[in-house]
């Protein structure tokens, strides 16, 4: 295995030879609002509107992840479903075109040019490493009441409830990872940003847009975003954080649907 890259390295061979950042500034703005920096003041807004709007904040908040709408026409409520998903993938999508544009392609070295097993395993080990102590802060969150009841899942018992929610998984994990992730740590370091100023910003970014679970959320996901993006500027593959957040999120989902009745404190 390769030695990873220096920190002068990967800022500058992200970009290519040559290449200007000048506008990299307002690019990283735009895909911000169109995405995840919107969610994060959204997050904002309802964490403050739960403190000052239910009584006893998030010791009695109910907080809801996933909800689906099912009506009388189960064809049309899935393709509802199935267009959320492609909508939610459209911030990834335009984060590649944009890294693209780069040199020679330069920039579109995130690690999506093929898969390899050991990233698989990789991801999985991820998801050990940030769910099951993820449990542990959940828990935690309840007891001392800093973190609202998560209700990760609201889907009625229909044909298409777990395949949508693992699909709802994997939009989340690859939305959020390339763009937060790689999208966000290539444009920083781009810039010329310090490995660690760019590790904290997008880490702050993660847990600032999952305020709206309380303080809990937003500790969790920070930690989890910590790890990533240091991963992924050493490594510069995103397919590892990628299977890493479907299989949490997939967990999380449906493991919700079937043991939420049996856990008190889900």
Request: hydrophobic share 50%; glycine share 12%; aromatic share 12%.
């Amino acid at each position: 295995m390769s030695a990873p890259p220096s920190a002068a390295s990967t800022g500058a061979d992200a970009a290519g030879p040559g290449i200007s950042t000048r506008h990299h500034g307002l690019e990283i703005l735009a895909v911000l609002v169109v995405s995840f920096g919107f969610s994060a003041l959204d997050a904002l807004l309802s964490f403050v509107r739960t403190q000052v709007t239910v009584s006893g904040g998030f010791a009695n908040a109910q907080v809801p992840v996933v909800t689906h709408a099912v009506t009388t026409y189960p064809w049309l409520d899935l393709f509802d479903d199935l267009a959320g998903v492609l909508h939610g993938l459209g911030p990834a999508l335009l984060a590649l075109v944009l890294l693209l544009r780069d040199p020679g392609g330069r920039g579109l070295s995130v690690g999506l040019d093929r898969i390899r097993l050991r990233e698989l395993a990789q991801g999985a080990g991820f998801c050990a490493l940030i769910g099951l102590p993820g449990l542990g802060l959940i828990w935690l969150g309840r007891h001392f009441g800093f973190n609202g009841q998560i209700i990760a899942v609201s889907f009625p018992d229909v044909w298409y409830r777990v395949p949508v929610l693992l699909l709802d998984a994997f939009q989340n994990g690859a939305a959020e990872e390339i763009v937060v992730s790689a999208y966000l740590v290539t444009r920083l370091l781009q810039l010329g940003w310090s490995r660690e100023r760019t590790v904290i910003t997008s880490a702050t970014l993660r847990g600032c847009y999952h305020l709206y679970q309380g303080y809990g959320g937003f500790a969790g996901n920070l930690i989890m975003g910590l790890v990533f993006a240091w991963w992924f500027q050493r490594t510069r593959r995103v397919v590892p954080l990628i299977v890493a957040h479907f299989l949490l999120d997939g967990f999380s989902f449906v493991g919700y649907l079937y043991l939420a009745p049996h856990i008190s404190w889900l």
